[in-house]
């Protein structure tokens, strides 16, 4: 019951949110629609309890952030067949570098969340991650078969 509630909180804030924060850019409000579908999933499959929702989520969107921003200047490189085989030697060194700060990032944020949830939970959020991915990416792909848009 409790986990119910939460969920109905969670959905319930951010579909407000959806609503007065309206903007001439459907994206954004795909976007809020979206984000809000993965926290009440994420909580739901990882049964997260109202206490461990508080603490989680603002500790997984900052680590999101982080992790984004490292990404994108990872993979930031699109004229790769212009470069010099110096450049290109500097381009894998960056990225040893990025992969030692990511690292770096993980280890950093393991020990946030493990303040918030059990070791258990956070084991199995990767997975829990990766499985709202795959039903988004089937629900678009059905959708793009389908020849339209659906309404919702």
Not at 61 to 81: A, C, N, S, V
Not at 109 to 115: G, I, P, R, S, V
Not at 121 to 128: A, F, S
Request: aromatic share 8%; hydrophobic share 30%; with cysteine.
């Amino acid at each position: 019951m409790i986990k119910q509630i939460c969920l109905l909180l969670l959905t319930t804030v951010f579909s407000i949110n959806c609503v007065f924060g309206q903007e001439k850019d459907g994206d954004k409000k795909n976007h809020e629609k979206m984000k809000a579908k993965k926290i009440a999933y994420i909580t739901d499959a990882l049964e997260l309890t109202p206490g461990e929702s508080e603490k989680f989520w603002p500790v997984y969107h900052e680590f999101k952030k982080q992790h984004d921003i490292y990404y994108e200047h990872k993979h930031g490189h699109d004229k790769l067949d212009d470069i010099t085989e110096e450049e290109a030697k500097d381009l894998l060194n960056k990225s040893i570098l990025q992969d030692k700060k990511q690292i770096a990032l993980k280890e950093e944020y393991n020990a946030k969340f493990l303040e918030c949830i059990p070791a258990k939970k956070l084991v199995k959020l990767r997975g829990v991650e990766r499985k709202f991915r795959k039903e988004v990416l089937h629900s678009l792909r059905d959708r793009y078969k389908s020849g339209g848009k659906r309404k919702g």
